[in-house]
């Protein structure tokens, strides 16, 4: 017969086998897709994620960043297919790239919806922000915190943009999102959708006048003015950034190492926030006197100015409100105490 003292040291043993026995089933390497190149805010705000998992997990979860959109042959709209299937393991995500999945997420791509910086942050903390991470775990995936890429500052080679006739004409390469072509349009812009690599030719060649992009996530490392003198922060659209993770991936680990997971994106999540919002609220305009260093001739729009091109993309609200989710949308104004 089996002794007392014998069971319990069974028992103990079994217990101490636990976290082990968990532990078995990890994958020796994680893939996580980031769509931007590892020197940007934004793939940087991956690397700092992956660091500190690994580094609070002490190696147990070891994630490796996939930047450039190399887990999908540069098509960053098929990104969240990706992740779903199981192809990435995590991803730190643009909404803008999964919006044509998720007619949803284009509640971030409405034009001049946001205001400022703590509007956004009230949304993604709110009753909005709660809705969407709940759309998109029952798809497959699961958010785990918020970055940020920015606000989507328009510049060309032609003229400062301070009116709506000041943008007529122009051709603005705008990514492959369709919200985005209505909007130009809206605008009296000619949107043209092309990757970032076409776009740099067709810059230098003429063909494209303009683009659109965060100024301290995109524009300043890619150094926009070797192609455009002219910026104009308008503040149009802003670009959150979503740590999230596969389901299936999410549920292989131990609760402690979710909590860890959870805790370290949130943590990643706040301090990529902070790079790519410096120097962009005043009294620190220093990505400003950057650009203009590099002799381009910035101009801020007033909210009198903005509100002329929110007029006319009016017709984009019509049209895109319905598609999004009319409760959604009242939500996210709830949220921002509209």
């Given at each position: 017969?089996?002794?007392?003292?014998?069971?319990?040291?069974?028992?103990?043993?079994?217990?101490?086998?636990?976290?082990?026995?968990?532990?078995?089933?990890?994958?020796?390497?994680?893939?996580?897709?980031?769509?931007?190149?590892?020197?940007?805010?934004?793939?940087?705000?991956?690397?700092?994620?992956?660091?500190?998992?690994?580094?609070?997990?002490?190696?147990?979860?070891?994630?490796?960043?996939?930047?450039?959109?190399?887990?999908?042959?540069?098509?960053?709209?098929?990104?969240?297919?990706?992740?779903?299937?199981?192809?990435?393991?995590?991803?730190?995500?643009?909404?803008?790239?999964?919006?044509?999945?998720?007619k949803p997420l284009?509640?971030?791509?409405?034009?001049?919806?946001?205001?400022?910086?703590?509007?956004?942050?009230?949304?993604?903390?709110?009753?909005?922000?709660?809705?969407?991470?709940?759309?998109?775990?029952?798809?497959?995936?699961?958010v785990l915190g918020?970055?940020?890429?920015?606000?989507?500052?328009?510049?060309?080679?032609?003229?400062?943009?301070?009116?709506?006739?000041?943008?007529?004409?122009?051709?603005?390469?705008?990514?492959?999102?369709?919200?985005?072509?209505?909007?130009?349009?809206?605008?009296?812009?000619?949107?043209?959708?092309?990757?970032?690599?076409?776009?740099?030719?067709?810059?230098?060649?003429?063909?494209?006048?303009?683009?659109?992009?965060?100024?301290?996530?995109?524009?300043?490392?890619?150094?926009?003015?070797?192609?455009?003198?002219?910026?104009?922060?308008?503040?149009?659209?802003?670009?959150?950034?979503?740590?999230?993770?596969?389901?299936?991936?999410?549920?292989?680990?131990?609760?402690?190492?979710?909590?860890?997971?959870?805790?370290?994106?949130?943590?990643?999540?706040?301090?990529?926030?902070?790079?790519?919002?410096?120097?962009?609220?005043?009294?620190?305009?220093?990505?400003?006197?950057?650009?203009?260093?590099?002799?381009?001739?910035?101009?801020?729009?007033?909210?009198?100015?903005?509100?002329?091109?929110?007029?006319?993309?009016?017709?984009?609200?019509?049209?895109?409100?319905?598609?999004?989710?009319?409760?959604?949308?009242?939500?996210?104004?709830?949220?921002?105490?509209?």
């Open positions: 017969m089996m002794t007392a003292l014998k069971k319990w040291t069974i028992a103990v043993v079994c217990l101490l086998m636990l976290p082990a026995l968990s532990e078995a089933g990890y994958k020796k390497e994680y893939k996580l897709s980031c769509v931007v190149g590892p020197k940007m805010p934004w793939g940087e705000g991956a690397t700092l994620f992956a660091d500190l998992v690994r580094e609070r997990t002490e190696g147990r979860v070891n994630i490796k960043v996939y930047t450039a959109g190399s887990l999908m042959a540069g098509k960053q709209t098929n990104e969240f297919l990706l992740l779903k299937r199981g192809v990435a393991d995590f991803a730190f995500a643009s909404p803008i790239n999964w919006s044509s999945t998720l284009n509640l971030f791509n409405l034009p001049f919806f946001f205001e400022d910086y703590e509007a956004l942050d009230k949304v993604t903390s709110g009753e909005a922000g709660k809705a969407i991470e709940a759309l998109i775990a029952k798809k497959g995936v699961k918020w970055g940020e890429n920015g606000y989507r500052e328009i510049t060309n080679s032609k003229r400062a943009i301070r009116t709506p006739e000041d943008l007529k004409g122009l051709k603005v390469r705008v990514v492959g999102t369709p919200i985005f072509i209505d909007i130009m349009k809206s605008m009296g812009a000619n949107p043209v959708n092309m990757n970032w690599g076409e776009a740099k030719i067709a810059f230098q060649q003429g063909v494209v006048d303009a683009q659109e992009n965060p100024a301290v996530g995109i524009e300043i490392p890619l150094k926009i003015w070797q192609f455009h003198n002219h910026v104009s922060f308008w503040g149009y659209v802003i670009d959150p950034l979503m740590f999230t993770v596969n389901q299936k991936t999410w549920k292989k680990f131990s609760e402690k190492d979710r909590e860890i997971i959870r805790q370290a994106a949130v943590d990643a999540g706040r301090m990529q926030k902070g790079v790519v919002r410096k120097g962009l609220v005043a009294p620190d305009l220093s990505a400003h006197e950057l650009m203009r260093e590099n002799g381009m001739e910035v101009t801020v729009l007033t909210p009198e100015e903005k509100k002329a091109f929110r007029v006319l993309t009016e017709p984009v609200y019509k049209k895109w409100v319905p598609r999004i989710g009319e409760e959604l949308v009242e939500k996210a104004k709830a949220d921002m105490g509209n």
